[in-house]
């Protein structure tokens, strides 16, 4: 049964009341979801007390990712305002996702579990956004705009239509996903399980003469059957010198003997993205192309070694770019050492010596990929992913990676 409440959300100004619908029922959940919920409930207090020490009263969340990472809701096209907690130790209010029609039997299991009320628009998201705070928020609130996501015009519109004081901030969201909790790193190493048994299914069916195309669809099924939702992105099958492209996209070109086959693969599950690299020889390759991949190979383990909570991203890069330059490769590895992974394919922290670096933290899941890419002739990449522990790192991925084994 629906039921009609007048739900109150408190802010340490003013109070935010709308009309929502919410499901009454209440359904046994299993085990796993009921951690889930547990682990979103505890994302909301901690943005909560964020939210108070910032003195914002509320934070309209319009990153699709952040509104998955807060309540578990991936199918986009909704907002999620949040409200500050009312103390430092005090849970968050539960929040409001504005959503619409298309979402609405898919809200109520969030409702039942007390992690957001829905509020189902009839018009357009800022006009619902502006109902929203109208409604109750009063005059003097402060409400935070996620400014790495809203456009200007969005943000023009919705100041038009509520006079409520807008603060915008950047990364409060994405500053809690950096460090992920328990139930992150179940469904991150359920996706690496995916796309590792994918690849192992396809590999002894690799031949010369197939195209990189191929070969790419036939991982992506494999991904699909196994419960991955999408690639994580696009699929590198890169065959011979189009190895050497670090992000090249892959076309009816065929896999040759004697050459190098480089693919870059990734799952998603439940939201949660895994990646990883692999690179083998075709048969018996020139010599040049063996000497990088042991290069290669050694600067991954180095810096897989080094890792651990407390080191920067920069000194774990300069261990496999030191290594790859000592032997004369320098200007052909040219990206960072690696990235973090989540809900995004690519987010923080960054291992580079691009950017300012900073301290790991044991919850950090990133990747080491280092690679040498010689233009004309092929490139070799090998990348895993791994949990940042406090004493060390625990690489979450298991298919092999030595020389001996990437022949096919």
């Avoid at 809203?150 to 509520?162: C, D, G, N, V």
């Avoid at 995004?344 to 950090?364: C, D, S, V, W, Y």
Wanted: proline share 4%; hydrophobic share 40%; net charge neutral.
């Amino acid at each position: 049964m629906v039921s009609r409440l007048f739900c109150p959300i408190r802010g340490d100004h003013g109070m935010i009341s709308v009309h929502m619908a919410t499901n009454a029922a209440t359904t046994t959940k299993p085990s796993k979801q009921a951690a889930r919920d547990t682990a979103h409930a505890s994302r909301l207090a901690r943005l909560g007390r964020v939210l108070a020490d910032k003195q914002l009263d509320a934070l309209l969340v319009t990153n699709p990712k952040d509104v998955g990472y807060l309540t578990g809701f991936l199918g986009g096209d909704s907002y999620l305002l949040c409200q500050a907690s009312a103390s430092a130790s005090g849970a968050a209010p539960v929040p409001i996702l504005i959503s619409d029609f298309r979402y609405k039997e898919e809200l109520e299991p969030l409702e039942s579990a007390g992690l957001a009320r829905s509020f189902i628009r009839s018009s357009s998201m800022v006009d619902a956004v502006a109902e929203v705070l109208e409604s109750g928020a009063a005059a003097d609130s402060r409400i935070g705009l996620q400014a790495e996501t809203m456009t200007l015009a969005e943000k023009a519109s919705i100041q038009r239509k509520s006079k409520r004081k807008f603060i915008d901030t950047n990364g409060l969201v994405s500053a809690l996903r950096v460090i992920k909790d328990e139930a992150e790193i179940a469904l991150i190493r359920k996706a690496v399980k995916i796309q590792e048994a994918s690849l192992e299914a396809i590999l002894p069916t690799i031949k010369p003469g197939q195209s990189e195309l191929e070969v790419a669809a036939r991982l992506e099924f494999e991904m699909k059957t196994r419960g991955s939702s999408e690639p994580g992105f696009q699929t590198i099958v890169a065959a011979a010198a189009a190895s050497s492209l670090p992000h090249y996209r892959p076309t009816s070109a065929k896999i040759k003997a004697k050459q190098l086959l480089l693919i870059d693969w990734g799952a998603v599950y439940q939201g949660y993205h895994s990646d990883m690299t692999r690179t083998f020889a075709v048969g018996k390759v020139p010599q040049k192309l063996n000497e990088i991949y042991t290069i290669v190979y050694d600067a991954h383990m180095l810096s897989a070694q080094a890792l651990c909570a407390g080191k920067t991203t920069l000194e774990i890069d300069m261990i496999a770019r030191k290594h790859i330059a000592k032997h004369g490769y320098s200007e052909f590895f040219g990206h960072g050492l690696g990235h973090g992974i989540g809900l995004n394919g690519h987010e923080e922290p960054r291992l580079t010596n691009m950017i300012a670096p900073r301290k790991l933290e044991a919850g950090m899941v990133v990747t080491i990929e280092p690679g040498i890419y010689l233009p004309g002739l092929g490139g070799v990449r090998i990348e895993d992913d791994y949990l940042v522990t406090a004493s060390g790192a625990e690489c979450l991925c298991r298919m092999k990676k030595d020389a001996a084994w990437a022949v096919l």
